[in-house]
């Protein structure tokens, strides 16, 4: 138990779709990250939280939607993907700044039809 | 981008065996972190490192952070079927982000 869940673990879903994924810490940090996992490819930051508030976007394409109400909690809003999405995307928390340690949840597996 | 390169990029050793991995940047990095990812999870902080020459242990695992402060190592003394997984190092070129490496993967055999 990392202290940061995931649901749903895996999502299946098709071009024309739209779906979210959700990310809840209770670890009491104040920053929260969107990761993306490829194979062979090293984890790619996507989006950063710090206290609610988008601090990076790495130039992900606007299919994916990020949305944070609170610190505790981060949504992935999905519409409209491509096969080349299908990836384990990892949601991730730190105390308040993204240069300390980060806890990561255990991911969603998406695929795209 | 700036990358991180891990070598070697797979192990595959038998059950008893000591293992070496490291991990080289091409800037200096204040922190250096080690991250182990079993099949299915999310990866899990082992050790975080914070000064240049610094030795931390985990249990049977030993890290430091390289003199130059562009490189760490990670090892793993007398490895056990459950260290299996794959062992990424991560470190922030800034205070927005944390960059990963590629991974080296280990395999331990009975």
């Known amino acids: 138990e990392t202290g940061v869940t995931q649901t749903p673990r895996h999502l299946v879903m098709g071009m024309t779709n739209k779906k979210s994924l959700k990310c809840e810490q209770h670890?009491?940090?104040?920053?929260m990250y969107w990761y993306k996992q490829s194979a062979k490819k090293p984890l790619e930051l996507m989006f950063v939280?710090?206290?609610?508030?988008?601090?990076e976007n790495n130039s992900v394409p606007s299919r994916f939607s990020p949305e944070c109400p609170n610190s505790s909690h981060l949504f992935l809003h999905l519409h409209t993907l491509q096969p080349e999405d299908s990836a384990l995307y990892l949601c991730?928390?730190?105390?308040?700044?993204?240069?300390?340690?980060?806890?990561f949840g255990d991911g969603t597996r998406l695929s795209i039809l | 981008g700036q990358q991180l390169n891990q070598s070697p990029q797979s192990m595959f050793i038998q059950e008893g065996e000591d293992v070496s991995m490291n991990c080289t940047s091409s800037s200096i990095f204040n922190t250096w972190l080690w991250y182990k990812q079993d099949p299915g999870e999310g990866p899990v902080l082992l050790i975080a490192l914070y000064k240049a020459g610094e030795l931390t242990s985990n249990g049977r695992l030993t890290a430091q952070f390289g003199i130059t402060r562009k490189d760490s190592f990670l090892n793993i003394s007398a490895s056990i079927p459950s260290d299996v997984g794959i062992y990424f190092c991560?470190?922030?070129?800034?205070?927005?982000?944390?960059?990963f490496g590629t991974g080296t993967r280990l395999q331990v055999f009975p």
């Open positions: 991730a928390s730190s105390l308040d700044r993204a240069n300390q340690p980060q806890h």
């Open positions: 670890l009491g940090h104040n920053a």
């Open positions: 991560a470190g922030p070129p800034n205070t927005d982000k944390l960059i």
């Open positions: 939280y710090n206290f609610k508030e988008q601090t």
